[in-house]
């Protein structure tokens, strides 16, 4: 299933924007050049937050401004009804960065996504970003990132900045970068994204952070090999010393006996052509050589 | 959250799946008057949450009260991956033939819920071939009764064992769904001559993400006091046995710094994460939790500032390095107002590096490998 990303200038909204960390990064955002048209938290319409007017309501927000697209800082008790209320009201892609969602309401989110062909991105994701458009939809600190050919996926968010930071002092400016999310089920995977870049005529090149855990490197091995994917990859999977069964920080980051290992997702990518880099310092050398 | 056996058990019993009579024992004295209760022959079982607790000695047949006094000194005194035992389970021994495997787990790769069962479980179940395992996935509403029965045929049950497998694996689903688990697994599920069934052991795990909404589990404190300080301060944290600390700002940054210090012969002695904002309290009180590692030689701080400040986190490191005892602390400072940050701990004797590759190097050779 595929989805749209908003244009430069589009208006997006900021559900749970009267928070600490709401109201802090609808600040960043704006100054990013991001059009942050309205907020929503329920009980605090009327208020401005950031010079942004907030409503009780997403239907309010999105009668307003026109709003298609909107980014969550809401806790996770409230993130399945907060995306609820917003696909019903018309919003197409939500950026869901709150962590610590329960697993049941993740899925029930990717159901009610296939069902209205909405797009939920995370949950506990850094966000998304597209340079070139100065459309900033997350936390992620704006001066890694600069304007270019790559498209970055990554299931962490502190290495997404790492490495676009490495690409950028190196000159290879990013179109996109999304965080996919630490948890262990993604709204959308790593795999979706690809096919996004497939049919992205910016994207010359695709860096994947992958982590042990899952097996999403797996899947998206498959599908590389399976869908011809045209453009040159290089992955990095972080956590090849990591033990077993233990949770390293993400919820996602787990390795249960032989599943979820970096050595099977590093032979698996490596299989399919891409090239993976053994540190993050390796990566930019890496997608130089593949351009 | 991953439960204790009797603790899954007890979980078991409220949803109507048989368990054998049991008693929980927390000293010796207990296990033997548990033995009263039970009866003899008994099974003794180590309460650990590691794997591998029937490799490890961990469970036991008694016969007699003389074996049982002597086999309940030893789990006593057992580690499971070096984790000592809490309590024993003093259990009726069953008498069975057939152990069978089933269970509701999530599927990441299909991003669903799924049953899993075999017609052959027992110790090491994973490791057997995949051919054995049947699986029918289980809907955000729960299991319906063909679903379940269907199960039941493709393993070829028959006769009163399908209808009592068919009522154990709904009964175990909503288990599942309703305590929302991650994992809810019976291993062995064990069969009479008579055809019926019995949970001989429990692994549930449950959704920590969830534990709002069943603060029933949430009041159980963590084994280990640092964790417990981790879990005060919401830092991610992993005790392991190397000798350099790694603290960072990031599960995936702290992550592939472990890797970083493997790669340079090393071992990590915790995976610590500050997590976002990374303030300067948050800071001193990492260095003094990891202080407490008794293995730690050295700690290795890995920041890379976007929205954190690292000028924050440069004062929390001058703020605890002045204090007594404390290993030698090197860092790695990238990012908004590193330089900043650099010339705040110029003089402080925490030596700061433009790569985590040359911070690392630095942080292995002093701990040693």
């Known amino acids: ?291 | 959250m991953r439960l204790f056996e009797y603790e899954g058990k007890a979980l078991f019993s409220r949803y109507g799946i048989p368990v054998p009579r049991s008693k929980l024992a927390r000293d010796e004295s207990q296990a033997l008057s548990a033995l009263g209760e039970v009866g003899l022959p008994a099974v003794l079982k180590a309460q650990v949450l590691s794997g591998g607790r029937g490799n490890a000695g961990g469970v036991v047949l008694v016969r007699t009260r003389g074996d049982a006094e002597k086999e309940a000194g030893r789990l006593f005194a057992l580690k499971v991956g070096g984790e000592p035992t809490r309590a024993l389970l003093v259990e009726e021994a069953s008498e069975h033939g057939e152990e069978m495997y089933v269970s509701i787990t999530l599927n990441r790769g299909r991003r669903e819920f799924v049953a899993l069962a075999s017609r052959s479980g027992g110790m090491e179940v994973e490791s057997r071939a995949e051919g054995a395992m049947v699986d029918v996935p289980v809907p955000l509403e729960g299991l319906s009764d063909s679903a379940a029965s269907e199960l039941g045929a493709r393993l070829g049950l028959s006769g009163k064992t399908s209808a009592e497998f068919r009522s154990i694996l709904l009964k175990l689903e909503r288990l599942c769904r309703e305590e929302e688990c991650e994992l809810a697994e019976i291993n062995p599920l064990a069969v009479h001559a008579d055809g019926s069934l019995i949970a001989l052991d429990s692994k549930v795990v449950l959704d920590d993400n969830a534990l709002f909404r069943h603060p029933e589990f949430s009041q159980l404190p963590p084994e280990d006091p640092l964790e417990g300080e981790a879990a005060r301060f919401g830092f991610a944290f992993v005790r392991l046995d190397g000798r350099v600390a790694v603290v960072g700002n990031g599960a995936g940054l702290v992550l592939s710094t472990l890797d970083l210090v493997a790669d340079a012969g090393g071992k990590a002695a915790c995976f610590l994460d500050l997590g976002g904002g990374a303030q300067r309290d948050r800071v001193e009180a990492a260095l003094r939790l990891v202080r407490g590692l008794p293995s730690a030689r050295a700690v290795l701080v890995n920041i890379f500032g976007g929205i954190t400040r690292t000028t924050d986190v440069a004062e929390g490191l001058i703020d605890v390095v002045s204090e007594r005892p404390m290993v030698p602390v090197f860092a790695r400072i990238s990012g908004a107002e590193e330089a900043e940050a650099r010339a705040l701990l110029s003089g402080s004797g925490v030596p700061v590096y433009a790569t985590a590759q040359e911070a690392v190097l630095a942080a292995v050779g002093e701990a040693g490998r």
């Open chain 1, 1 to 291: 299933m595929t989805f749209e990303m908003p244009e430069k200038g589009d208006p997006v909204i900021v559900q749970g924007i009267t928070g600490r960390y709401g109201s802090l990064h609808a600040g960043l955002m704006l100054g990013y050049g991001t059009n942050v048209a309205a907020g929503v938290t329920p009980g605090k319409g009327g208020q401005v937050v950031e010079g942004v007017p907030v409503f009780d309501t997403v239907k309010e927000a999105v009668e307003e401004t026109g709003a298609r697209a909107s980014v969550l800082f809401v806790p996770a008790p409230a993130l399945l009804p907060a995306v609820e209320e917003a696909v019903a009201a018309g919003v197409r892609l939500m950026v869901a960065i709150t962590e610590h969602v329960p697993i049941r309401d993740t899925l029930k989110a990717i159901r009610l996504c296939e069902e209205s062909g909405a797009r939920v991105i995370g949950p506990n994701t850094p966000g998304v970003i597209l340079p070139s458009r100065r459309l900033k939809l997350g936390i992620m600190p704006a001066p890694s990132f600069r304007e270019g050919g790559v498209a970055l996926f990554s299931r962490s968010g502190t290495l997404m900045y790492e490495v676009a930071d490495a690409l950028s002092k190196a000159a290879l400016g990013q179109h996109v970068a999304i965080g996919v999310g630490g948890d262990p089920v993604n709204c959308t995977t790593i795999t979706e994204c690809l096919d996004w870049a497939a049919a992205a005529d910016e994207v010359r090149s695709v860096v994947v952070v992958g982590e042990i855990g899952g097996d999403a490197e797996e899947r998206l091995a498959e599908h590389i090999v399976e869908s011809r994917f045209p453009k040159p990859l290089v992955a990095y999977i972080a956590g090849r010393s990591a033990p077993k069964e233990k949770h390293m920080g993400h919820a996602g980051a787990i390795i249960y006996g032989d599943y979820g290992t970096a050595e099977s997702k590093i032979a698996s990518l490596k299989r399919a052509g891409a090239k993976v880099a053994t540190t993050t310092s390796e990566i930019p050398a890496l997608v130089s050589d593949a351009r």
